[in-house]
């Protein structure tokens, strides 16, 4: 079965530079999440979309930005980068309707370091 | 503040045994529980899911435990084998779904011992 995808899988960038990661729902569905895992964290919730509109807000950065698309894909543009933002974002799908899932699935993540 | 807290980072459980995972939370309004598991260079892939309308849930070797009293969960596998060494995250959500933004636990690492 289809997964989420994510992209790229690994990024590397410097401080002050922007980065976009872009996210590929499972077919269908329609809501999409994103979150971030620091190191030895658990991953904390930052955006979510559904049907192209934002959804709920969790504790994303002034400096990014997401969006969903009118294929369903979603990008986060992360500006100004910061030491801090290495982390792992991870991207989600789920379908809220009709039949909705009663769950998120997950892609593999990207792993961002910035230097 | 932490809302959902797995106090154990790590459990080491011989195979065939009972590996008993905890977590507890803090937020009265959470009424849906996830667990997922999670391999290296892999996202979290779901387990299994309880509403706080029950105060258990099974499927196959797992079994979701919640005491809303206590708020606490807990997921039991049982037997353990070698393939369930990964991280378990719990995850809790208000809105009786987890299709919803979650709120995670920082993760106990399970490793099952040949």
């Known amino acids: 079965a289809a997964g989420v995808i994510q992209s790229p899988r690994h990024l590397i960038k410097e401080k002050r530079e922007t980065a976009t990661l872009k996210c590929y729902p499972i077919p269908r569905h329609d809501t999409v999440y994103w979150y971030q895992q620091g190191p030895g964290q658990d991953p904390q919730f930052l955006i979510s979309?559904?049907?192209?509109?934002?959804?709920d807000k969790g504790s994303i950065p002034d400096r990014f930005s997401a969006q969903q698309f009118s294929d369903y894909h979603s990008e986060l543009n992360m500006s100004s980068l910061e030491l801090g933002d290495s982390a792992l974002y991870f991207c989600?799908?789920?379908?809220?309707?009709?039949?909705?899932?009663?769950?998120?699935?997950f892609g593999p993540g990207t792993r961002l370091t910035v230097l | 503040d932490q809302q959902v807290k797995q106090n154990s980072p790590s459990l080491s459980v011989q195979e065939g045994r009972i590996s008993i995972l905890n977590c507890d939370y803090t937020?009265?309004?959470?009424?849906?529980f996830l667990w997922y598991k999670k391999y290296p260079a892999e996202g979290p892939t779901f387990l299994i899911s309880i509403s706080s309308i029950k105060d258990k849930n099974e499927d196959g070797r797992f079994t979701v435990f919640l005491n809303k009293s206590a708020k606490h969960l807990s997921l039991h596998i049982v037997p353990s084998q070698p393939g369930d060494s990964a991280v378990y995250f719990c995850?809790?959500?208000?809105?009786?779904?987890?299709?919803?933004?979650?709120?995670f636990g920082k993760g106990t690492r399970l490793s099952v011992i040949a």
């Open positions: 937020n009265s309004m959470f009424d849906y």
């Open positions: 995850a809790a959500s208000s809105e009786f779904s987890g299709n919803t933004p979650l709120v």
């Open positions: 989600a799908s789920s379908l809220a309707g009709p039949n909705p899932t009663d769950t998120q699935y």
């Open positions: 979309f559904y049907e192209k509109m934002q959804s």
